[in-house]
């Protein structure tokens, strides 16, 4: 007598030495069959981004299609994906589908193993809170970082041609005179005590230039020469006459 797969499915969880004896239990394999209620879904957090994890808990085994749709107002928007799960226990078999999921968005999840499944899972709706990464975290109170100062206006540049803005004098001090500006006082020992030009013309006019000195030399030795003749020719003819 042939057995179906179910009831030799039934009989290995039954842990039972054979199909025919699964047979003993009746309708044991109905029992154990894979239904909605062995799946379950969540939407969840993983390393700062959002997931959806269907868990498949049919000790059965049976070989299971999971598609999670995206919905608005009852609607399907987008379709997330497909996956299968296979091998599942009655410890539970996990598939995990990417989704990047806003808060309270909600996800319709199909269903479909063989003969035994073929609808959708309870409405999923997506936490309150988005999933935030690690470089989301705001600094702590301590750690706030202060506000930069404001840079300094840079100052207007000089056109060229154009003189310098002078830097205002200190209160209650007079701006220091330019050396053009401040005459040269009296009396002081300067160059300005030098003859001018005029006085050097009158010297020329009178003789007494820079040739004065020997040539009075010369003239005083000419009139003792002279002195010196003429008492030595009055003595010569004092002699003769006596």
């Known amino acids: 007598m042939s057995t179906s797969p179910r009831i030799a499915r039934a009989a290995r ?3 039972v ?12 394999g109905n029992a154990m069959a894979c239904t ?9 957090c993983d390393g700062g981004k959002g997931v959806i994890r269907v868990t498949d808990v049919d000790p059965l085994g049976v070989p299971a299609e999971v598609t999670v749709y995206l919905e608005n107002n009852g609607a399907d928007l987008r379709k997330v994906g497909t996956q299968v799960v296979e091998g599942s226990t009655a410890e539970g078999v996990t598939v995990t589908f990417d989704e990047n999921w806003k808060p309270k968005a909600e996800y319709r999840i199909h269903i479909a193993a063989d003969t035994y ?12 809170k988005s999933c935030k990464k690690a ?32 830097e205002p004098a200190e209160e209650g001090k007079a701006p220091t005179p330019s050396t053009s500006e401040s005459g040269t006082p009296a009396g002081s020992g300067g160059t300005n005590n ?6 050097d013309s009158n010297l020329a006019e009178t003789g007494a230039d820079s040739d004065t000195g020997p040539i009075a030399g010369v003239a005083a030795v000419l009139v003792a020469l002279g002195v010196s003749a003429v008492f030595y020719s009055m003595r010569r003819r004092g002699s003769s006459m006596r």
């Open 135 to 166: 470089d989301d975290t705001p600094p702590a109170s301590g750690d706030k970082p202060g506000k930069p100062g404001k840079p300094e206006k840079p100052g207007k540049p000089e056109k060229p041609g154009e003189p310098a803005e002078e």
């Open 13 to 15: 969880c039954l842990g």
């Open 17 to 28: 030495a054979s199909a025919s004896a699964a047979l003993v239990f009746g309708v044991a």
């Open 117 to 128: 499944v073929d609808e959708d899972l309870p409405l999923l709706v997506a936490p309150d």
């Open 194 to 199: 030098l003859p001018s030009p005029e006085g």
């Open 36 to 44: 909605i209620k062995d799946f379950s879904a969540v939407a969840e």
